[in-house]
């Protein structure tokens, strides 16, 4: 199983950049997706998720700001995040499961700063 993310980089105040993870080894459109990140000193936590059927969740701290997405042609999960905050600097992490075991993306920098 491979997760291989991109989309990272350093942004300002208010913009929007938008992550991209493509699966492999892996029955991609039955499985559910995530998207996790590490901030400098602080515990990963869950950012977004997304299931087979579309059903999404998000921490409170992105509800209406970012949106989880999948394209199961392309074997692909997407994170747009809009209205960037500093707070949102962190490290990002694709994420997923598949038979009983926890497989992580290596992880996509995001830097919010002005």
């Keep these: 199983v491979q997760l291989q993310a991109s989309g990272g980089g350093l942004e300002q ?6 992550l991209s993870c493509h699966a492999s080894g892996i029955v991609f459109s039955i499985n559910a997706m995530a998207w996790h990140r590490q901030a400098p000193g602080k515990q990963r936590e869950l950012v977004a998720e997304i299931a087979s059927n579309g059903t999404t969740r998000y921490a ?3 509800k209406d700001r970012f949106t989880i997405s999948r394209n199961n042609a392309r074997r692909t999960v997407l994170l747009q995040m809009n209205s960037l905050k500093p707070e949102d600097t962190a490290l990002y992490y694709c994420y ?3 038979r009983g075991n926890a497989y992580w993306g290596k992880g ?4 919010v700063s002005s």
């Design 60 to 62: 409170d701290s992105v």
């Design 13 to 18: 105040p208010g913009r929007s950049l938008r």
């Design 108 to 111: 996509t920098l995001v830097t």
């Design 96 to 98: 997923t499961a598949w």
